[in-house]
Structures are given as structure tokens and as C-alpha cells.
């Protein structure tokens, strides 16, 4: 599952699931900062992560494009 809102007027945030969004956004994104983990049994379970407004077409695109459903209200 992945989430993408508004955190304020220079920021969004993004709730994803997917490990291998996470993997695409560690890999290609250094300016998308980790918010919060979430681990289940010790595992990392969920990632938000706060995306820079100039951000927000690519993240648009990753988090509606990712292999789980997306809710985008931006």
C-alpha cells in the first residue's frame, strides 16, 4: 500500500510498503528523508518518508506507479 499527502505547504509525506519502492527511492533519491520506520517481528515492515515540494511529480509517478495501490491526495 502506498499513501501520499500534503505535510505542509513546502513538503509532502509518503506511507509505502513496498520494499521494492524503497529499495528505488534509497537508491535514486537522496532528498527523500525517512520519517518514521515501522518493523513487525523485527523486520522493517513501512517507511514514510517527507519529499521536497520540487519532488512532487516524481513522487506522484513512484507512488501511484508502485506494484500495490496508491491513495494520492495531494
Known amino acids: 500500500m502506498n499513501e501520499l499527502w500534503r505535510l505542509n505547504a513546502n513538503e509532502l509525506a509518503a ?3 513496498d520494499h521494492e519502492l524503497m529499495r528505488r527511492i534509497r537508491r535514486s533519491y ?3 528523508r525517512i520519517l518514521a520506520e515501522y518493523y513487525r517481528s523485527g523486520r522493517l515492515f513501512a517507511v514514510v518518508y517527507v519529499i521536497p515540494n520540487e519532488k512532487k511529480r516524481a513522487a506522484r509517478r513512484l507512488f501511484a506507479n ?3 495501490s496508491a491513495k494520492i491526495a495531494v
Do not use: N
Open 15 to 17: 506511507y509505502t510498503e
Open 66 to 68: 508502485g506494484t500495490k
Open 30 to 32: 537522496p532528498d527523500f
